[in-house]
């Protein structure tokens, strides 16, 4: 069984709160660590949106607890009632979130069979340590960066893969290529994404993410070479471009690794233009759709190139500050 860092902050957290409270003196100590476990969340953005939430909803709670229990009594009715018209009004405070957390203020001001400004302001109190408590659980947050490093390295291998066994399938030497890395790829990007964003969250004032502009790039990428995979496969295998370009794949294939390589493979990239314009015109209509797929497989290649270009450029622009080299 894996205990994770959000289990173990939950369960310092709670006991905490609820010492606190009952150290300080309030008669629902108990209602504290309900407040920081639900204030702890994935993220130090998330929590401090969580908690602001929860604040919001427990002081709107108070106020409509007061008023409906003493207009009222305290009858289930009046439970009824409140919950009536304070969800709505959570939900116009944007602080949708905090109803769970509000719902102990409540109970405790109904149990109290009558409210009192001592018993409020030991509810602002009892807020406070339980909110607190779990903001403070939240300041520390495990670093992902050695998680999406891996990712990183388990991506670029994927894309190298697919690159050579375009390839090889151009130059037929490998038809019973299931594409299987594609489906890992489109698994590490959608899980380094979540990663990426949890990362960005824990990191308040920093403006700039370099992990998450280059999963964005691959990201990019990988819709491309998917377009690739269907023209691919339309390729007269005797065609002398073809077999260039299943060169380049290979070469390129073996270019994915930090450092900005598109340059260079833009340039050869026009030099596979020039060949291709220097062509005798189709005297078939197999050479003709073969010279379509061939022009369009150009065109995505190119634009794959071009993505990562403006990446590195932007990346190793001296007008930005990173903490992490990327490629």
Not at 5 to 13: D, E, N, P
Not at 94 to 114: C, D, E, F, Q, R
Not at 293 to 305: A, K, P, R, S, V
Request: positive net charge.
């Amino acid at each position: 069984m894996k205990i994770g860092y959000r289990t173990l902050k939950t369960a310092v957290g709670a006991p905490i709160a609820v010492s606190l409270a009952q150290w300080v003196g309030l008669s629902n100590f108990i209602s504290a660590g309900i407040l920081t476990i639900l204030c702890i969340q994935p993220s130090r953005k998330s929590s401090f949106l969580s908690a602001w939430q929860r604040f919001v909803a427990c002081a709107a709670a108070v106020v409509f607890s007061w008023v409906i229990f003493e207009l009222i009594g305290y009858y289930t009715i009046s439970i009824f009632i409140l919950l009536l018209l304070f969800i709505p009004a959570t939900v116009t405070l944007k602080a949708t979130p905090g109803i769970a957390s509000s719902s102990v203020v409540m109970l405790n001001l109904y149990g109290s069979g009558h409210v009192t400004l001592s018993l409020i302001g030991e509810q602002f109190v009892l807020i406070t340590i339980g909110l607190g408590t779990g903001l403070l659980m939240n300041l520390y947050m495990p670093s992902l960066e050695n998680k999406l490093k891996k990712l990183q390295i388990r991506l670029e291998s994927n894309f190298s893969r697919i690159l050579y066994e375009y390839s090889l399938y151009i130059r037929d030497e490998n038809e019973m290529w299931r594409g299987k890395e594609i489906a890992i790829t489109e698994d590490i990007l959608v899980e380094a994404k979540q990663l990426v964003i949890r990362d960005r969250d824990n990191h308040l004032l920093r403006n700039e993410h370099t992990f998450y502009n280059y999963f964005k790039m691959r990201e990019r990428q990988f819709e491309l070479l998917k377009k690739m995979l269907p023209l691919v496969t339309h390729l007269t295998k005797t065609d002398a471009i073809a077999i260039e370009i299943a060169d380049f794949f290979e070469r390129l294939s073996k270019a994915v690794h930090p450092g900005n390589t598109a340059v260079t493979f833009l340039e050869e990239l026009k030099e596979l233009r020039r060949e291709f314009h220097a062509q005798d015109l189709p005297g078939t209509r197999e050479e003709f759709e073969t010279r379509a797929y061939l022009f369009q497989l150009l065109n995505e290649i190119e634009d794959y190139l071009i993505i990562k270009n403006k990446f590195k450029k932007s990346d190793e622009s001296p007008r930005k500050h990173r903490k992490v080299k990327m490629k």
